[in-house]
């Protein structure tokens, strides 16, 4: 619970809690069975900044302990910077798969997202910056 932050939240009932507090509630069961596989569907969802930040570094920390973490993540900025592999699917079917650096390109933001723009470098990591919608693009991821 300390981890996670959610010692305040003990005696609350779940229906009494934000869908963050969820959130957080889930990761602290998940971190409380030492799970070996973890699925995570949308982690950050419903998360302000900060503890977007504290979720993802939660779930690197799983790995770096031997745990696998699977994660579905629609923030191409917090997939780039805490996932060591991205998979992009498009309609169902996998448009791009592998590091963040060779995944994350204006031409994927294109094709998939149907948008312009450009990726840039933080700490040594893409970062993507959408700046216009792909007329007729006819994307829809």
Not at 13 to 19: D, E, P, Q, Y
Not at 23 to 51: F, M, N, S, Y
Request: proline share 4%; hydrophobic share 40%; aromatic share 2%.
């Amino acid at each position: 619970m300390r981890q996670v932050e959610i010692e305040g939240l003990r005696r609350r009932t779940a229906t009494k809690l934000s869908g963050g507090e969820q959130a957080r509630v889930l990761l602290a069961r998940v971190l409380a069975q030492q799970a070996k596989i973890v699925l995570a569907d949308e982690p950050t969802g419903a998360l302000d900044l900060a503890h977007q930040i504290s979720v993802m570094d939660t779930l690197s920390s799983l790995t770096k302990r031997g745990s696998i973490v699977i994660a579905a993540i629609h923030d191409l900025n917090l997939a780039g910077r805490w996932c060591d592999r991205l998979l992009v699917l498009r309609k169902g079917k996998v448009v791009s798969d592998g590091p963040p650096d060779d995944v994350l390109s204006r031409d994927l933001m294109r094709r998939v997202y149907g948008v312009e723009g450009k990726i840039s470098r933080n700490g040594g990591r893409p970062v993507v910056i959408p700046t216009a919608l792909v007329e007729n693009s006819g994307a829809n991821p």
